[in-house]
């Protein structure tokens, strides 16, 4: 078995012992979970295998808080023979995490909706304007010593103004995604999800009815019936669904060839949404289709060939990566765990979570987003602020 190399604690002396499977930004977090008589453990290592946090998990864990790792069976079993209750995902998205196996022994699985929404939004919308005025391109080319001058043909790109932006999953970061793209750029949507994105709608109508008062041209919104109606009328696509079965491989070749010629298509929800060995195939024989990508099948590789395209962006898995997110991420993941190491109740609402940020006054005595709290019979907390 492998044992851990080099471990960080803080407050040894905490009855309580929460691992960490990653460092984790600021501060705040430790304090939180200091300041509650918790001891903190992590190794300095980057990336821990299965066998490393088992080790590091040891004979005795009230907690772990962890990312991208395969929990399953193996650790959530080594945490429940430690004595531990909790684990939180520092991330929204929680594919990696076999709930039913985290709910057989008892213990809640936690995750970091809502302060992330924005920061992956910008991202997002960062690689579809980056592709479409093929930015990566045009400073490879300067560093590259080529350009000798002004020229009419040069990285000609795609203008965004007036043209149809379309999502796959119109949930938070979807939706938040449409509405930069609306407001930015003056797109048209169209959006494709399971569920009707009502308050996006709304939104949209109404940015409409304000252009239209003002002598411009209205935005328009369009729930497709089929995600094929947005492969086959959007401009620029931008992929936002969790990653489950039915979104596994959603992009294959079937539908890339769907998708207009010079379409861009921008993936920063999970890598497997897109067969991204026909995404490399597609990129071949179609220059002018371009992507932009934060996330890949096989993380941390790519593809054979992806590398080598020059109508790709790839960017390492970075769209919640603002220093204000990622702060807030370990907090709401300490705090999950930490609720429920103290036995508090589920907070009322994952999706505002922002009296949990406010460092001049206790966070609320609640698990901010648990997501098994039903299946563990554990109760909501009614305070609203
Ligand atoms: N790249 C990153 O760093 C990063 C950061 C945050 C989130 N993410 C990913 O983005 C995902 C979405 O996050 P969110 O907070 O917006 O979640 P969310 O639950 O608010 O939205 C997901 C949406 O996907 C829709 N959906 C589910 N199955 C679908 C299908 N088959 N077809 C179309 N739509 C479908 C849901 O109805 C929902 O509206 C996360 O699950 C995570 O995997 C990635
Ligand atoms: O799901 C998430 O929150 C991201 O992938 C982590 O940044």
Request: neutral net charge; hydrophobic residues 40%; proline residues 5%.
């Amino acid at each position: 078995m492998a044992t851990p190399i080099s471990i960080q604690v803080w407050n040894p002396s905490g009855k309580y012992r929460v691992v960490s499977t990653k460092s984790m930004p600021g501060t705040r977090w430790i304090k939180l979970l200091t300041d509650q008589d918790c001891r903190i453990c992590t190794e300095k290592k980057t990336i821990l295998s299965v066998e490393d946090i088992v080790a590091l998990i040891g004979d005795k864990c009230d907690g772990v808080i962890g990312l991208t790792e395969d929990w399953g069976e193996v650790l959530f079993s080594a945490l429940r023979r430690a004595g531990g209750t909790a684990f939180s995902n520092m991330a929204v998205g929680y594919n990696n995490v076999d709930v039913s196996a985290a709910t057989k022994h008892g213990i809640a699985v936690g995750n970091t909706p809502g302060v992330l929404t924005e920061t992956t939004a910008e991202l997002a919308a960062s690689l579809s304007l980056a592709a479409a005025r093929r930015i990566v391109e045009a400073d490879q080319f300067m560093r590259a010593g080529l350009y000798d001058g002004w020229l009419p043909h040069l990285f000609v790109g795609n203008l965004l103004k007036g043209q149809t932006v379309g999502v796959i999953g119109a949930g938070r970061i979807g939706s938040a995604y449409a509405r930069m793209m609306i407001e930015g750029f003056k797109m048209n949507l169209i959006y494709y999800d399971l569920y009707q994105s009502t308050r996006l709608e709304k939104f949209v109508t109404a940015y409409g009815q304000f252009l239209k008062a003002n002598g411009e041209q209205p935005v328009t919104w369009k729930r497709a019936a089929t995600m094929e109606d947005v492969l086959r009328d959007a401009d620029v696509i931008s992929l936002h669904p969790v990653l489950d079965k039915t979104t596994y491989h959603l992009i294959n070749k079937e539908s890339l060839a769907i998708m207009k010629k010079e379409a861009i298509l921008v993936n920063a929800s999970r890598g497997p949404v897109i067969d991204e060995a026909a995404l490399v195939e597609h990129l071949k024989v179609n220059p002018m289709f371009r992507v932009g990508l934060d996330v890949f099948e096989d993380e941390p590789y790519m593809k054979p060939g992806l590398a080598d395209q020059k109508n790709a962006i790839v960017v390492p898995h970075i769209a919640s990566a603002s220093k204000w997110t990622r702060e807030g991420m370990a907090t709401l993941a300490a705090l999950n765990v930490l609720g429920r190491i103290k036995g508090y109740p589920l907070w009322s609402d994952p999706n505002r979570v922002d009296p949990f940020f406010d460092e001049n006054t206790p966070p609320p005595p609640a698990c901010p987003s648990i997501v098994n709290g039903k299946q563990l019979g554990t109760y909501i907390c009614m305070q609203r602020t």
